[in-house]
């Protein structure tokens, strides 16, 4: 069993990437142990094929230092927050028994980021209670709730309740982005336009990461929604 600090949960390959690379790469950089797993292959997309956003997670996943990287399998789109759902991910929060779980957005343009959000609020809280029993590779797990989870905000501006600053972390963050390459703009492609194809989309990434870290006076940030009220035994431990 490899034990993460921090588990990173995404409805679709390339979701983490673009919500919270740069805070997965600044906690990496701290000797954290990060991993992420991808609720689908995000096989209903317009470019790509599945085989190769496989491949394109995995070269995200060498850029960013990940200790893991997994994919559910669960259908794009198509998935639900329902209890076989919910069972198959208390399986993954057990075996990795994270402190820390990052989550899709509350509520987004793409309906799977609202649903993975609740998904994996559920499946943290259920992976807490005994009396749910679950196996892997033929052994009994244990209970295991992670301490936090937090929202990385995606496509939709929801206000968030803080700003991570990942300024120092802007070019890993472009670069993980990136190694997906079929759904991002390339003159070359044959295949349609998508929504994040536009060549217009990296530069609002970048106004995105400009305003959070706007926010609290840094150049990049990315921004945070939490369900629990924060709580801080000492005020210069908050900036
Ligand atoms: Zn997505």
């Not at 496509?155 to 190694?179: C, G, R």
């Not at 390459?181 to 492609?189: I, L, T, Y």
């Not at 990434?205 to 870290?213: C, F, L, V, Y």
């Amino acid at each position: 069993m490899k034990k993460l600090d921090i588990l990173v949960i995404a409805a679709h390959p390339d979701d983490a990437e673009l919500g919270c690379s740069g805070t997965i790469a600044a906690h990496i950089a701290r000797g954290y142990k990060v991993g992420i797993v991808d609720l689908t292959q995000g096989e209903m997309g317009t470019r790509g094929t599945p085989e190769l956003r496989l491949k394109e997670a995995d070269d995200a996943a060498k850029i960013l230092g990940l200790s893991a990287r997994e994919n559910m399998g669960f259908k794009d789109v198509l998935f639900l927050d329902d209890e076989s759902h919910q069972l198959d991910l208390i399986k993954v929060i057990r075996k990795y028994q994270p402190d820390i779980v990052l989550a899709n957005a509350i509520r987004d343009r793409h309906p799977d980021h609202g649903k993975g959000a609740s998904l994996a609020t559920h499946a943290c809280f259920m992976s807490g209670l005994r009396k749910i029993e679950t196996t892997y590779e033929g052994e009994k797990q244990d209970a295991w709730r992670p301490k936090f989870v937090y929202h990385y905000i995606q496509n939709n501006y929801i206000e968030p309740d803080f700003v991570f600053d990942i300024t120092d972390f802007w070019d890993i963050k472009v670069k993980s982005i990136l190694a997906f390459q079929s759904q991002f703009h390339d003159p070359e492609s044959n295949e349609p336009e998508s929504f994040i194809s536009n060549p217009e989309f990296l530069p609002f990434i970048e106004a995105r990461a400009r305003e959070m870290g706007h926010r609290i006076l840094t150049k990049y940030g990315e921004g945070f929604t939490v369900e629990r009220m924060i709580g801080s035994q000492n005020l210069f431990d908050l900036k």
